[in-house]
Each structure stands twice: as C-alpha cells, then as structure tokens.
C-alpha cells in the first residue's frame, strides 16, 4: 500500500547502504588495528578518514530529508536509523582514538574478541540495511536483525568476562585498567547500536511490509 500511495525515491536508500558500508568498513580497520597492533597512529587515522567520510553521507542524508518531499518511510524513523548507524562508526572510531591516545602497550585478547563480534554485528546490519529496499521481503531483513540481538548479547557477555579479569587480576596497574575499561566501554557500546539500528529496522518492517 506504501509504494501505492508514493513514489519511490531510492536517494535515502543509497545514503543508509553508503552509511552501512562505511560502518563495516571502519570495523574491519578497527579489528585490523587490534590484531596487529603496530604503525597505531597512521591506523587510527585510517579509522578517522572513514568516520569523516561517513559524517559527510550522513549531512547530506540529513539535509535532503529537510527538502526533499516525498519519502520512503516516516520521515523520524529515516532520521532515527541515519543517527543510529553514524553512532555505530563514531563509537568505533573514539575507541580506535583511545587505543592512540592512551598508549595502551598491547592489546588484551579481550578487546580483539569483542571487535570481531563487532565486525560481524555491522555485517549483519548491512545485510538488514540492503533489505529496506525490498521491504516487503520482510523475513531476510527480520533474521538479521535477529542476529544483530544475538551478536548484541555475546557483546554483553565478553565485556563482562573482561571487566571482571581487568578488575580481578594483579597483571594489570590502576591506570592500565581504568584506559581498558574505557576502550572496551566504548566498543560495546558500539555493538549496542547496532541493536539500537536493528530495533529501528524492526519497526519500519512491521510498519509498512
């Protein structure tokens, strides 16, 4: 009934595929930069340039939203899954600036497992993203966004597991602790949008499929 009563305009649907690309884009980078933990600076720049990038295809998204007429969905949801896939790539990027900033030394496993959970979650998430522009295919899109929460859910099990050897463990000093705990902190966070991500892909779904 949706695509009776509109017209089509596929401009949005770029927009959240670029913002989704990116996204798994800086992950990988980020994944990348844990696992081989050397030349940090120009890495993390790396992970930088991204994130601008995907601020820029965000601004225009958000600036074509206040012109444009016709839209595909409600125009809130549109601007709730824009902001909801940046935060996913900001989060990223200011754990990717503390791991920099704050000269961690080496990197505990802890930390590689949760960015390889976040890899998979942003992958998820693309393939959810892409299936908005067959809404009506709604099972493909729902099982993803199902396993974003699954993936969300391993995410609040290894940052608890990591906190509690960070805390009860003699090998790591005051500081070193309170600069992972951040780090880690932040990169859960991140898999905590992509859930925020899914939920909003959900109810678009149930909305107009």
């Known amino acids: 009934m949706l695509e009776k009563l509109m017209p089509r305009s596929d401009d949005f649907f770029d927009d959240f595929e670029r913002q989704a690309a990116a996204t798994v884009e800086g992950t990988k980078l980020f994944k990348a930069l844990l696992e081989e933990f050397v030349d940090v600076p120009a890495k993390v720049k790396a992970i930088k340039d991204v994130e601008h990038r995907a601020d820029d295809i965000t601004h225009r998204a958000f600036e074509r939203l206040h012109t444009q007429f016709i839209t595909p969905f409600d125009r809130a949801e549109i601007h ?3 902001s909801r896939i940046d935060d996913v790539l900001d989060l990223t990027d200011a754990a990717s600036e503390r791991l920099g900033l704050y000269q961690v030394g080496s990197v505990i496993p802890e930390a590689r497992e949760l960015a390889e959970v976040l890899v998979a979650a942003t992958e998820r998430m693309q393939e959810a993203v892409r299936g908005l522009r067959n809404i009506k ?3 493909v899109i729902l099982e993803s966004c199902t396993q974003i929460n699954v993936l969300e859910n391993q995410g609040d099990t290894l940052i608890r597991r990591a906190l509690a050897k960070l805390f009860n463990t003699s090998q790591f000093d005051a500081l070193t602790v309170m600069k992972w705990k ?8 991140a898999i905590d949008r992509t859930e925020d991500v899914a939920n ?8 107009h499929a």
Not at 182 to 189: P, T, V
Not at 200 to 207: A, N
């Open 182 to 189: 951040e780090i880690l902190d932040l990169i859960e966070d």
């Open 137 to 139: 295919d709604a099972r």
């Open 80 to 82: 709730r899954l824009l």
């Open 200 to 207: 909003v892909i959900e109810g678009v779904v149930l909305q």
